[in-house]
């Protein structure tokens, strides 16, 4: 897959139109609840923080594009909004497709439920209905390799074992949109060769959306050939050629004194 190739009017898969995502500081949490109350007193309110500042960008159907940005330049925030986690304070988020997030793996599963049991409440989760959940089964199963402990209480699994399972859901369906995170590292040195390797199968499907996390230029530059980079302020700069990305991302750390 590579951006060259994606036919410039394909679908937009993921459009954001001046994002601009604020959240409000208060002295604690108790005035925080009662201000959901009352918009009025404002004594309480430290001060407000733009997350994500104005962001407008565009990723077509079929790309794979690199998302960088420093700790703090709004990452995070902005999958958040692509994944429906959170959203916009002003602008819009539009997001076309079915979305496969590889971040927080473990999020969701329920500690006293087998894996095998987690499986099927991942999927309901998703919408599936059971014959499709029975149908990912043993292809989860068999990525996430965790032999007999698969009907095992996932309490009694290390965090790595969940992390396989999260990341072996992830990738056995069939996603239209890719979320990855390159800090992703889940189990030992074999298993994340395993990962990388089914992620970049992922990618070479000419239908499916990768959106590639990292803060690190090396990587962007070997899975993608666009880039969007983000700096501390939040605002971004995009359409970056991989061959332009080291450069302008060593300049956005020089302005941030990193």
Known sequence: MS???????????????????????????????FSVFSSRDKRKLITKVNASNDLTFEIRKGEAVAFLGHNGAGKSTALKMITGVT????????????????????????????????????????????????????????????????????????????????FAFAVSSDPEILVVDEALSVGDKQFQEKCFARVREIMEDEDVTVLFVTHASSAAQAFCTRGIVLDKAGEEKQNVRMDDILKIFNEISIECGN
């Open 87 to 166: 959203f916009p304070t002003k602008g819009t988020v539009t997001v076309n497709g079915a979305v496969s997030a590889l971040l927080e793996l473990t999020a969701g599963f329920d500690s006293q439920l087998t894996g095998r049991e987690n499986i099927y409440l991942r999927g309901h989760a998703l919408g599936l209905e059971n014959e499709e959940i029975a149908a990912l089964e043993p292809k989860v199963i068999e990525f996430a390799d965790l032999g007999v402990y698969i009907d095992q209480p996932v309490r009694t699994y290390s965090s790595g074992m969940k992390a396989r399972l999260g």
């Open 3 to 33: 951006s060259s190739s994606v036919d410039p009017q394909a679908p937009i898969a993921i459009k954001f139109d001046h994002v601009t995502k604020t959240y409000k500081l208060y002295e604690n949490d108790r005035q925080r609840f």
